[in-house]
């Protein structure tokens, strides 16, 4: 199975990699994963004043913070996965990865808002889950 890894360094992320650890007769050997980290956006204002240069720098650090624990976590687990980044808004940039690599699973962890919360506020796993194809597994 091809399995998508949606990051974003929370507790919530940390929570999912040991949700997967500990299912090895679900998640073992046999699959294939790639971890993906989505960075929001700079402001184009912030970006135009800051240069391309800084800018890169910037998203590149951004993941470096995020993955780091995440690859140790992963490998501890005896997970080999391989690592992807995209920027944008993280819902629409892991729905649009999911469903153009072919992904037979997604799983993300979820802040696990009430109803109330997510009518407000809207959630990266609601607008995940109404935009894409691929089944999802929530981890909570």
């Known amino acids: 199975m091809k399995i998508l890894l949606a990051v974003d360094g929370s507790s919530y992320t940390q929570r999912m990699c040991s949700y997967l650890a500990s299912h090895k007769d679900l998640f073992g050997p046999g699959h294939s994963f790639t971890v993906l980290h989505c960075t929001s956006p700079m402001s184009p204002r912030a970006a135009g004043l800051a240069g391309p240069a800084f800018v890169h720098k ?25 690592y992807a980044q995209e920027v944008g808004n993280p819902a629409d940039e ?47």
């Open 94 to 140: 892991i729905a649009a990865f999911a469903d153009a690599g072919g992904f037979d699973l997604l799983v993300m962890g979820s802040h696990g808002h009430g109803a109330l919360m997510k009518l407000a506020l809207g959630s990266v796993s609601t607008r995940v889950l109404a935009n894409c194809s691929v089944p999802v597994l929530l981890v909570r």
């Open 58 to 82: 910037y998203y590149d650090e951004e993941v470096a913070k995020v993955l780091a624990p995440i690859r140790t976590l992963l490998a501890e687990a005896g997970i080999d996965a391989t």
